[in-house]
């Protein structure tokens, strides 16, 4: 079966950095896209950044120009650099891959909680 492995939260000082990393693994004939998602308690899941198999980023108006969404092919892996970090992106992160015919697969979740 397809699993998700993330890693890399923690706790972070406003203005500090993390990143996380997601590797895939199992009977996944093709990946569509990955991407990463958070939600913060009391809120509803939100999109933060997404990258295709061909490369092409989207990201999240509340966070362009502060993370950076990446893959490495060889290891099946997608990594969220996240820099300049707020009080407000604090949320547990998760990891989403798209594969062929529209199968969605979602990682555990990592906490990431950042203090004024």
């Known amino acids: 079966q397809v699993q998700l492995v993330e890693s890399g939260g923690g706790l972070v000082q406003a203005g500090g950095s993390l990143r996380l990393s997601c590797a895939a693994s199992g009977s996944i004939f093709a990946i569509n896209a990955m991407g990463w998602y958070r939600q913060a308690p009391g809120k509803q899941r939100e999109l933060v950044a997404t990258?295709?198999?061909?490369?092409?980023?989207n990201y999240a108006d509340s966070v362009k120009g502060r993370f950076t969404i990446s893959r490495d092919n060889a290891k099946n892996t997608v990594y969220l650099q996240m820099n300049s970090l707020k009080p407000e992106d604090t949320a547990v992160y998760y990891c989403?891959?798209?594969?062929?015919?529209?199968?969605?697969?979602w990682g555990q979740g990592t906490q990431v909680t950042v203090s004024s």
């Open positions: 990258i295709t198999s061909g490369g092409s980023t």
């Open positions: 989403r891959v798209d594969s062929v015919g529209f199968r969605v697969y």
